[in-house]
């Protein structure tokens, strides 16, 4: 189980097939004894040379673009990040899309569908810097690197141990308090339907896209000619929350300087404060204090936006909440601060002890 929790604690903080009978048919689904037989150590080995100074890096980089199909897809996370860093602009966003697209195919096929949520785990780690970069050049270069990823992930085998996401469900957290029981555990939906889930998802990840780049169309023109600028989505989200959510600072005070409601709201109560906390970009959310937003403004369920911060191991962002009057004390709707959140979490306990 040592892997296991690894592996989970990684997705956390940043981030055999055999022939069951079912009734009188016969499918073939994954199973296996146990979450500890889930094979980790590859991609464990690597995120070691990542963090072993410049030259592991280069070496784990190196041997990732040598033989991609043999790497569960969350290693392409830090390997973009690498490369981003190196100034490979370009190939690092190729490789975070494709780590996105196969991340998802394993979602689909996962037969847990708690562990789904590992997805937006893996994605809320991705840096602002490259959030920003995708976002330059969302109607220029971005298409054509989605249209080679989305050939290359139908061309390259997947040749890793897809369980992985498993890792990151309640299935695993509970095989783990219990001491990892010996039992046959269902980890994938039948092999036989992986082709299809495979095309499908190149497809929704194509189609969410084009939606993307659509909708990035119309926020420029609305950046650029100042009209619309309050007009909701389907979301109820105004274009101040789309750029406070995206970390575009220069945007988000640009919109505010004419006019944008700073204290809008969509449909689930939440302000541009909140997406500003979610982009995890600390000048966006600097800008969102300096203007006068309201840092204990609670959304439907009477969450704050510290909770929001607690949430998203948003350090940067609750110590700025803090110097600008956010109090932990609230409580939301569920009876839970601020507070008491951070002190369920074993990552976050303590951080308000100096606060009253």
Known sequence: MKKMRTLFTLLCVTFFLSTVSAGAKTIDVPTGPSYSEVDTKLVMDTIKEFRSGQAGAERAAMKIQADPSKFAPLIFYPLASYLFSQGKKDEAVEWLLRGQLRTRYDANRCADVSARSGVGTLNAGISPQIRAYMNEIMTTTLPSIVERVIEWDRTTPYNYDERWLNLHGMGAIQDGLKGGAKKEVVFSLP???????AEKTRQDYFAGFKKVMDSAKKEAEALSSGTDIELPDEKGRTLLMKMANAGRSNDVRKLLER????????????TPLYYAILSRDLPTLQVMIEKGIDPNAQDDEGRTPLITAISAINMEGIQELLRAGADPSIKAKSGMSARDYANQSPIMKGVFDNIK
Do not use: L, Q, T
């Not at 092999?191 to 889930?197: D, G, N, Q, T, V």
């Open 191 to 197: 092999k036989s339907e992986w082709p299809s889930i």
């Open 259 to 270: 006019g944008a409601k700073i204290d809008a709201r969509d449909s689930m109560g939440y």
